[in-house]
Nanobody, 126 residues
Framework: QVQLAESGGGSIQAGGSLRLSCVPS??????????MAWIRQTPERGREGVAS??????TTYADDVKGRFAISKDNSEILYLQMDTLQADDTAMYYC???????????????????WGQGTQVTVSS
C-alpha cells in the first residue's frame, strides 16, 4: 500500500473551480505502476468513482463529470483533479485512492482500491 494525502478542498459557489491534489509517498518507480483515482462520498449517494488514471496516462470519467473535471498527474506522481463549472451535486468528501492490483483498464469503482487518503471536503453552494 501507499500513503496518500489530499488537499485543495473548500467551499465555493456554483460555477466556480477548484483543484484537488493528492501527494503519494513511496518509491516513485513503484508508484508509477499504480492506478489512481478520485472517489467521492456523500450520505445520500455513497461512494462514487469520479475519475481514474493509469500509469500510461489513460483516463476514465464518470458521465456526470465528463467535460467539467480533469484528472492528471505530474512527474512526481502527484495526482490532481481540476474541477470546473462546479454544481451543488458535486458537494462531497473527495478521496484519493490507489491500487496496483488490476488488469487492463484502470478501475474507478471504490471497492477496487486498497490505499486511501483521509479525504478533503468540497462544498458547492447554489
Amino acid at each position: 500500500q501507499v500513503q496518500l494525502a489530499e488537499s485543495g478542498g473548500g467551499s465555493i459557489q456554483a460555477g466556480g473551480s477548484l483543484r484537488l491534489s493528492c501527494v503519494p509517498s513511496g518509491d516513485n518507480y513503484r508508484l508509477r505502476r499504480y492506478c489512481m483515482a478520485w472517489i467521492r462520498q456523500t450520505p445520500e449517494r455513497g461512494r462514487e468513482g469520479v475519475a481514474s488514471i493509469d500509469f500510461y496516462g489513460d483516463t476514465t470519467y464518470a458521465d456526470d463529470v465528463k467535460g467539467r473535471f480533469a484528472i492528471s498527474k505530474d512527474n512526481s506522481e502527484i495526482l490532481y483533479l481540476q474541477m470546473d463549472t462546479l454544481q451543488a451535486d458535486d458537494t462531497a468528501m473527495y478521496y484519493c485512492a490507489a491500487t496496483n492490483r488490476y488488469g487492463g483498464v484502470c478501475p474507478r469503482a471504490a471497492e477496487e482500491f486498497d490505499s486511501w487518503g483521509q479525504g478533503t471536503q468540497v462544498t458547492v453552494s447554489s
